[in-house]
T-cell receptor, first 113, second 111 residues
Framework: KQEVTQIPAALSVPEGENLVLNCSFT??????LQWFRQDPGKGLTSLLL?????REQTSGRLNASLDKSSGRSTLYIAASQPGDSATYLC????????????FGTGTSLTVIP | ETGVTQSPTHLIKTRGQQVTLRCSSQ?????VSWYQQALGQGPQFIFQ???????GRGNFPPRFSGLQFPNYSSELNVNALELDDSALYLC??????????FGSGTRLTVV
């Protein structure tokens, strides 16, 4: 069974700092990896989707990388802003259960003005 | 293009009761998945429907059941509610295996 781990569980940074969130998964045979943002008590907002054949995706100040062989992904946030404060979740899907996403428990990010 | 819509947004039920949660998938999406997210945890897969047929199920008991309708909207039904069923229930839709769009969720509280 796929297991997804996110480190750190919580992170607090001053505004303007660049930061990296980490995600690791146990089974390297994945369909894709998706990063989500979740505000307190709310649903999930998709940030970036990396398909298994890709190594990275970028959207604005966000860059996500994927290293399937090592079972790792990172989400890089440049020039952090207070509005980036949220929980960031990593999820992977696998060929044997391509319809199911396995989620990590998330990293809670606080950007201090 | 509309997104994924879930109703109701909040719900309080008594232990032992039954509940139905609803989801309207994004236009053009024929696959709907349901997830349960307990406080402080990542979402856990309940099941998925593709063209009105169940297409995968997570580790949830049979009292969790679902339906998908011809317009690809979906329902999640939970019978004999337990206190541990209190959670945020998320619906996600997709037109393929390459990423999902999530709704805002239904917060269920069982007392």
């Amino acid at each position: 069974k796929q297991e997804v781990t996110q480190i750190p569980a919580a992170l607090s940074v001053p505004e303007g700092e660049n930061l990296v969130l980490n995600c690791s998964f146990t089974d390297s045979a994945i369909y894709n990896l998706q990063w989500f943002r979740q505000d307190p008590g709310k649903g999930l907002t998709s940030l970036l989707l990396i398909q298994s054949s890709q190594r990275e995706q970028t959207s604005g100040r966000l860059n996500a990388s994927l290293d399937k062989s090592s079972g790792r992904s990172t989400l890089y946030i440049a020039a952090s802003q207070p509005g980036d404060s949220a929980t960031y979740l990593c999820a992977v899907s696998s060929p044997d259960t391509g319809n199911q996403f396995y989620f990590g428990t998330g990293t809670s990010l606080t950007v201090i003005p | 293009e509309t997104g994924v819509t879930q109703s109701p947004t909040h719900l309080i039920k008594t232990r032992g009761q039954q509940v139905t949660l609803r989801c309207s998938s994004q236009s053009g999406h024929n696959t709907v998945s349901w997830y349960q997210q307990a406080l402080g945890q990542g979402p856990q897969f309940i099941f998925q429907y593709y063209r009105e047929e169940e297409n995968g199920r997570g580790n949830f008991p049979p009292r969790f059941s679902g339906l998908q309708f011809p317009n690809y909207s979906s329902e999640l039904n939970v019978n004999a509610l337990e206190l541990d069923d209190s959670a945020l229930y998320l619906c996600a839709s997709s037109s393929n295996y390459y990423g999902y769009t999530f709704g805002s969720g239904t917060r269920l509280t069982v007392v």
